[in-house]
């Protein structure tokens, strides 16, 4: 990831990606509401396949290596908006658009048994736009402008539904998101202030010159960020928000929505946090390490909760947060081994990017026909789905494959990949602690395979039903069946992806070139690594049957053990220790103002009987100072940002 340069191309093609989804959106919304709403419809498919196709026209500009760039200069020229595309960036927004083409497709068939279809594809197509503006957005400032905007239209899509559960969810999501973005905003704030720069070049020397602050930057960084990715503490609200959005809504938020969240952090850790010189050795050892252990307990309270769903699309929200987990061990290793063997830990993330997006998606939109036919997500109360609808069947087992990493289909690579980086962070210091988040791994990819199992036996292969279920619609069929198809393909041909998409960037990255060459070379289908995967789905295996024979797979988690239960302990103790503090506050303050102050006030009150100027000594006038100061830092903060 190169910094920006005057040799970049100056092409509108990255504010395209951002201008015509959002203009779209209206027009589909205008078109529904005045014309048809079919029409409508249509449009929006129509919009999101011309979002798609101006995203693959960028890629000749980056291919090898190149950039683009260009600058909308906003109404007052006060503040430009700038945006910046290269190889990097290219992945996010090329998985991005094509996700999001085959969802609004899918969606014109889903949407038939939905209310306030016109809002719906008006606020999908919004979210589109925003998203690919954080991916597109030229420095942190307008990443954070899009990703908060991200956060509102999406919340749209979460409460669509306007039940009393949907709201709920939606309060969670918005708290977390209001939460996490004011973390971003402060290391933003932080950042610029101690380095004058929003850019999101490369950058370590300057920064390595903030001491610990810098620790404190990256952490505020990846916690904002973290937020929309669903890592751990903060991935409360994937579980809350998955079951009750509309289904497409609900594979865009699991599938692509929280790479946004994935893409900051790589933008942090993988470019802000490294050297301009592509030759300088670097490392982030402490950071590195971090971030795998966080990874590790978000990837594995992610598996051990979805063995415990009854609901398709709860089940798929935890998966999302493991193998977001699996994700950020990659980035983690990178950030830890630095210069030497960072390509490992990029490459296998990077190519997890793309495989988690097709085959979470497939998954959702595979519980959305479900549910279009039955009218239900409970897999308690299916029966033998694979004799009424064979094709969701065989495109299910695709997918979980997919998912649990099974040789020649597309999970396996990626995951082949982060376990190399996991083991090469171990062997680089021999700590032991990395050796145990290694064995950690592959307990992870085990639970990977059990909660697949449960999905698929618990859907498909159990129960009895005597309902009349029709097949997929043929529209949604064919929109899964593209994606199970990609994750075919990328699972025969895994080098494909790697050198075409992927090498490039590690090519602009300060790497060792010998390790980014290795590594575009890698074999993956060498006896290590099917020994270690042979033994995730011992592993998996194992966890299921023990999990059916004890009926565990049939149960709730105690809510005693879950995060949110943590969460309102924590704030009921701080409430109760806030009314204790107040009350001891109460009563000090009684004693004091009655004893001391009171005597004190009237002496001074008789010496000013008289004046009956509005000064600053009344208690108007100290509230007024106080607002006149508060308005004058609003103002200066509000001037600086836009004139820095």
């Not at 202030?193 to 929003?198: D, E, F, K, L, V």
């Not at 594979?251 to 993988?270: D, E, N, P, W």
């Not at 032991?432 to 992870?444: D, P, R």
């Not at 790697?498 to 289908?525: C, D, G, K, M, R």
């Amino acid at each position: 990831m190169i910094s920006m340069s005057t040799q970049a191309t100056v092409i509108s093609l990255p504010a395209l990606v951002v201008l015509v989804p959002l203009i779209g959106a209206f027009i589909a919304y205008i078109i529904g509401k005045g014309w048809r709403e079919k029409y409508g419809h249509y449009t929006a498919a129509l919009i999101s396949i011309l979002t798609f196709l101006i995203t693959v026209l960028m890629y000749p500009y980056v291919s090898g290596g190149g950039e683009i760039e260009y600058t909308l200069a906003s109404l007052t020229t006060m503040y430009p908006i700038t945006f910046y595309v290269d190889s990097f960036s290219f992945i996010f927004a090329l998985a991005t658009s094509f996700i999001w083409m085959v969802a609004t497709i899918y969606s014109i068939t889903y949407v038939k048994k939905e209310h306030a279809t016109n809002r719906y594809f008006l606020f999908l197509i919004m979210t589109l736009a925003v998203n690919m503006g954080v991916i597109v957005g030229g420095d942190l400032f307008v990443i954070y402008i899009f990703f908060e905007l991200l956060a509102l239209f999406s919340l749209m899509l979460v409460i669509h539904e306007q039940s009393l559960e949907s709201y709920q969810a939606g309060k969670v999501y918005f708290y977390v998101g209001a939460f996490c973005g004011l973390m971003l905003l402060i290391g933003i704030i932080l950042l610029f202030m101690n380095t004058g720069s929003m850019s999101i070049n490369p950058r370590l020397g300057e920064i390595s010159e903030l001491g610990n602050l810098k620790y404190l930057i990256v952490g505020l960084m990846i916690l904002g960020f973290g937020g929309k990715a669903g890592i751990f503490p903060v991935h409360i609200w994937l579980p809350k928000a998955h079951p009750v959005a509309p289904t497409p809504a609900s594979a865009l938020l699991s599938a692509i929505m929280v790479k946004a969240g994935i893409y900051g952090i790589f933008r942090t850790t993988g470019t802000i946090f490294t050297p301009s010189d592509l030759a300088t050795t670097w490392a982030l050892p402490e950071i590195g390490y971090w971030v795998i252990w966080i990874a590790i307990i978000t990837s594995f309270i992610g598996w051990i909760f979805a063995l415990f769903q009854d609901n398709i699309k709860t089940l798929l929200a935890y998966s999302t947060i493991s193998q977001i987990g699996l994700l950020m061990i990659g980035i983690g290793a990178a950030a830890y081994l630095g210069y030497e063997g960072a390509a490992m830990g990029y490459a296998g993330s990077l190519y997890h990017v793309a495989n988690h997006a097709l085959y979470k998606s497939a998954l959702f939109f595979i519980a959305g026909i479900i549910y279009f036919r039955t009218g239900t997500l409970k897999m308690s109360e299916m029966g033998q789905l694979y004799k009424k609808m064979p094709i969701t069947f065989i495109l299910c087992i695709i997918a979980l494959l997919g998912i649990a990493g099974m040789p020649l289909f597309n999970g396996y690579v990626s995951k082949t990949i982060i376990h190399h980086a996991l083991y090469d962070a171990y062997a680089l210091t021999g700590d032991q602690s990395l050796y145990i988040a290694e064995i950690l791994f592959k307990i992870i990819g085990g639970g990977t395979v059990a909660y697949s199992l449960k999905l698929l036996i618990s859907t498909f292969l159990t129960g009895d039903s005597n309902k009349k279920i029709k097949k997929a619609p043929k529209l949604m069929a064919a929109s899964v069946g593209t994606i199970a198809t990609l994750i075919i393909l990328i699972g025969l041909f895994p080098s494909t992806l790697l050198q075409n998409l992927i090498t490039p960037v590690l090519e602009t990255h300060s790497l060792n070139p010998e390790s980014i060459t290795y590594v575009s070379e890698i074999n993956v289908f060498i006896t290590e690594d099917l020994t270690a995967v042979l033994t995730s789905f011992a592993i998996g295996i194992a966890l299921y049957s023990g999990a059916y024979i004890l009926k565990l797979e049939t149960r709730s988690w105690p809510k005693l053990f879950t995060v949110n239960n943590i969460y309102n302990s924590i704030i009921k103790g701080i409430t109760k220790t806030s009314n204790i503090v107040n009350l001891t506050g109460t009563t000090v303050n009684g004693y004091f103002s009655t004893k001391i102050f009171e005597p004190i006030l009237k002496s001074i009150n008789a010496q000013k009987e008289e004046q009956q100027n509005y000064d600053i000594d009344s208690g108007r006038g100290v509230s007024f100072a106080i607002f006149l100061i508060v308005l004058m830092l609003a103002i200066y903060m509000i001037y600086s940002i836009l004139m820095f």
